[in-house]
T-cell receptor, first 113, second 114 residues
Framework: GENVEQHPSTLSVQEGDSAVIKCTYS??????FPWYKQELGKRPQLIID?????GEKKDQRIAVTLNKTAKHFSLHITETQPEDSAVYFC????????????FGKGTKLTVNP | DTAVSQTPKYLVTQMGNDKSIKCEQN?????MYWYKQDSKKFLKIMFS???????INETVPNRFSPKSPDKAHLNLHINSLELGDSAVYFC????FGSGSYEQYFGPGTRLTVT
């Protein structure tokens, strides 16, 4: 069935350190894995996504890795800044299907100055 | 210029009342969604419409009834409100089959049932 496990639920780092958030999915048909960032009181916004035909994607300080065999994917943020503080959600979906996204429970990231 | 808008932003009402939330998008998308975000920030899909046709209908009480008059609008009507309905409701939209799959969220409607 559809299920996305996300860890950790909270993460606190010092400014300049790296942060890693991990997600595990169960549906082998899933082939689209986005990450959304939600700042306090704001709407979720897509920050990066990856499809199953690639193992890694990078956009400046943000990178996502995917291991299809193990069914897990991770978000890596390097050189963290206070404005990175937010709740991050991973999700899984199936291209060509209903385009439904199943979200993880979120990770609250706090970057301490 | 707002891409996905929702009204109202805040809604405070008493148990048993009926209320509606409206959503509009000007992105030219053909698929719209309703999500519920509870106090623990868990984001769960409720409904999805593609070109006014219901394509996703999760296990949601039938007190919740979505309605899509056209592909730019998706409204949510809730009957007989209960305390457990208190949450932030997000509308979102996307362009089906475009290859993008990005969902654009509205600002949310914070519903408080007293």
């Amino acid at each position: 069935g559809e299920n996305v496990e996300q860890h950790p639920s909270t993460l606190s780092v010092q400014e300049g350190d790296s942060a890693v958030i991990k997600c595990t999915y169960s549906d082998s048909a899933s082939n689209y894995f986005p990450w959304y960032k939600q700042e306090l009181g704001k709407r979720p916004q897509l920050i990066i996504d990856i499809r199953s035909n690639v193992g890694e994607k990078k956009d400046q300080r943000i990178a996502v890795t995917l291991n299809k065999t193990a069914k897990h994917f991770s978000l890596h943020i390097t050189e963290t800044q206070p404005e990175d503080s937010a709740v991050y959600f991973c999700a899984e979906g199936q291209e060509g299907g209903s385009e439904k996204l199943v979200f993880g429970k979120g990770t609250k990231l706090t970057v301490n100055p | 210029d707002t891409a996905v808008s929702q009204t109202p932003k805040y809604l405070v009402t008493q148990m048993g009342n009926d209320k509606s939330i409206k959503c509009e998008q000007n992105l030219g998308h053909d698929t719209m969604y309703w999500y519920k975000q509870d106090s623990k920030k868990f984001l769960k899909i409720m409904f999805s419409y593609n070109n006014k046709e219901l394509i996703i209908n999760e296990t949601v009480p039938n007190r919740f009834s979505p309605k899509s008059p056209d592909k730019a609008h998706l409204n949510l009507h809730i009957n007989s409100l209960e305390l457990g309905d208190s949450a932030v409701y997000f509308c979102a939209s996307s362009l089906f089959g475009s290859g993008s799959y990005e969902q654009y969220f509205g600002p949310g409607t914070r519903l408080t049932v007293t």
